[in-house]
């Protein structure tokens, strides 16, 4: 009968606790075997796996004593998500066992958040650097020292001079296990998606970005507008309050702008600039830095109804006839700016007049002088 092989309901707690009971001494009776050789006991103790057994790693090993060359451990038994997003990765060749480059000893991982580990916040820049500092590698690869421009950038000095964890590391801009390239869609430095790349960090400006004439031109698909590394670069990301940055970033506006910033070079403002004055007007105290609208926009800074306040950041006191002043007016534009195109022709002829009659004076005084001398 089926009922006279039974267990009895009240022995069943107690098999159990001796079922645990033997599997639990079967699993240290094999730590213990392993260690007789392996001597990776301390490390593998204090690591994050402290808690396994060598088996629940090294699945390949069945018997005692095993082959010297076994399968390598496979980190998906319980990394799944991780180890499926590095092989779609850029690295997912770069190594057999790409977890280690970037964790360290096999059997000593620790935590991210343990700051022993090499993808701790304050040490993944020198991880990374190991591979992306190296300048074989880097000619090898034909990739720029990004780990050098990273170091000398407000990001780099806020984390490994000032100790800011909150700063942006590698894994905050290319993602941990799943870094694609730039060229891929999907990238998180993909041109498409480097504003909320950056957003993730800096939202305001990215609300900004995108209520501006750049934002909305990116989110309709066109490539060629200008995002965050534009102006601000990839990996040396300067202080934007620094002479430097502001002495430079007018030439970066005119790389898109050239009409506008050959008209800014002739305006006081830049030629006080150029004489390394930073005081003055550069283009986003005009445009604004990320909300940037054009001028028939009336929400713009620089729509008419908006002047007054605008150059009244720096004017103090001014009326309508002051913020008449245009300052991109083009002198070579007569249908645009007549009155201005005829002064400038003006002004282009009676150079020419004055220097040219006092060549030919100086030339026909020089004449005569030499043939004074000879007489």
């Not at 801009?173 to 799943?178: K, L, S, V, W």
């Not at 800014?264 to 600039?273: G, I, K, M, P």
């Not at 004449?367 to 007489?375: A, C, F, V």
Request: charged residues 15%.
């Amino acid at each position: 009968m089926r009922g006279q092989n039974k267990l009895p309901l009240f022995l069943l707690p107690a098999v159990c606790w001796l079922l645990g009971s033997a599997a639990a001494f079967g699993a240290a009776a094999g730590d213990a075997t392993c260690l007789g050789c392996h001597a990776e006991k301390e490390t593998l103790h204090a690591s994050i796996h402290g808690s396994l057994g060598c088996s629940d790693c090294h699945t390949a090993i069945k018997a005692f004593p095993h082959p010297d060359k076994v399968a390598l451990v496979n980190c998906s038994t319980c990394h799944s998500s991780e180890v499926a997003g590095l092989q779609t990765s850029v690295h997912a060749h770069s190594s057999q066992q790409p977890c280690l480059s970037c964790h360290g000893d096999a059997h000593a991982i620790v935590a991210a958040k343990n700051p022993k580990s090499p993808v701790f916040a304050l040490n993944l820049p020198r991880t990374c650097g190991s591979c992306h500092g190296n300048k074989d590698f880097v000619q090898k690869h034909h990739l720029p020292d990004v780990y050098a421009e990273y170091t000398d950038s407000i990001h780099g000095f806020a984390l490994t001079k000032d100790g800011l964890l909150v700063a942006a590391t590698c894994s905050s801009c290319h993602g941990a296990h799943d870094i694609l390239s730039k060229k891929d869609p999907k990238s998180r430095t993909a041109r498409g998606n480097v504003p909320a790349t950056c957003g993730a960090c800096h939202q305001g400006i990215e609300t900004a970005y995108f209520s501006g004439v750049h934002g909305k031109g990116l989110k309709a698909g066109n490539r060629s507008v200008p995002s965050c590394e534009n102006c601000h670069t990839a990996h040396q990301i300067a202080n934007v309050r620094e002479a430097d940055w502001k002495m430079k970033t007018v030439a970066t506006c005119g790389n898109c702008h050239k009409d506008k910033f050959g008209t800014y070079r002739d305006t006081l403002h830049a030629q006080v600039s150029s004489l390394g004055y930073i005081e003055t007007a550069h283009c986003w105290d005009c445009h604004q830095a990320h909300d940037i609208l054009p001028k028939s926009d009336p929400a713009s800074s620089v729509a008419s109804a908006h002047l007054v306040g605008t150059c009244g950041k720096c004017h103090k006191d001014i009326g309508a006839s002051f913020v008449s002043y245009q300052p991109h007016a083009d002198p070579h534009n007569a249908n645009a700016y007549p009155a201005l195109h005829a002064s400038a022709v003006f002004m282009n002829l009676l150079l020419a007049s004055v220097l040219g009659f006092f060549i030919l004076h100086t030339i026909l005084w020089f004449i005569r002088s030499r043939g004074g001398n000879q007489s």
